[in-house]
């Protein structure tokens, strides 16, 4: 997958729409969903939402291994983060979200992580399956954020191939964009339902051809998306 920086910074930044409502995103944000193991809730943090029992316990590791302003308040927690229930300690929460709203290293290693733990293994996907299009790169690092992979529940619900074994990249990723769709709107999380319009936005850009990503701006969450 050959991206220029341009294309690269939209593509995380719609991401970040998606994720936090904001083009460069919300270093501090935190929320909190039923959607950790067994519907429990649990902790979502940073500029693109990582959770409490998937990735956030390597960013504050990364954090504290920095040495950062807050990494003394979260040191004692870092071996708990996924391991022991956070989602209501504020003297967890009220470091972390401190940590990204005015340490400007929690800021950018938060760049670092979600390079690290999230675009590269999307990017690696999608080089494995022959894409090449700055849309399907798009496509497939905002299912990587927000599912932790290309789920192979959606692979099933459609009949399209992808490039690797001889499949058409653009009808694989309208294909998989619609079963996407199909899939989070029936969700019987609520949580999970309503992020069924980031397939709708993605969809629009299809529809469009905008398969370059040089028709600016996207509109994602409903926020125009430019390169910073």
């Not at 870092?78 to 209501?88: C, I, Q």
């Amino acid at each position: 997958m050959q991206l220029t920086s341009t294309q690269k910074s939209i593509i995380e930044r719609v991401v970040n729409c998606f994720e936090t409502g904001k083009p460069n995103g919300d270093y501090g944000s935190i929320s909190i969903y039923a959607d950790g193991p067994h519907d429990i809730r649990q902790i979502t943090y940073g500029r693109s939402q990582t959770t409490e029992y998937g990735k956030l316990r390597q960013l504050v590791h990364m954090y504290v291994d920095a040495y950062g302003t807050y990494s003394s308040a979260l040191q004692p927690y870092a071996d708990k983060v996924g391991s022991e229930e956070l989602v209501d300690d504020q003297a967890f929460k009220s470091p972390l979200r401190r940590a990204g709203r005015e340490d400007a290293l929690m800021r950018r290693i938060q760049d670092r992580f979600f390079d690290e733990a999230y675009f590269v293994p999307a990017m690696k996907w999608a080089d494995d399956h022959e894409f090449t299009l700055p849309l399907s790169a798009l496509v497939i690092y905002d299912s990587f954020t927000h599912s932790g992979s290309i789920l192979w529940i959606i692979r099933q619900k459609f009949r399209e191939i992808p490039p690797d074994i001889g499949g058409d990249e653009k009808k694989w990723i309208k294909s998989y964009i619609r079963a996407r769709y199909e899939w989070l709107s029936r969700h019987r999380r609520p949580e999970v339902r309503v992020s069924a319009y980031r397939t709708r936005d993605l969809e629009r850009e299809v529809t469009r051809g905008n398969w370059n990503l040089a028709k600016l701006p996207i509109m994602a969450n409903g926020i125009a998306v430019c390169p910073e």
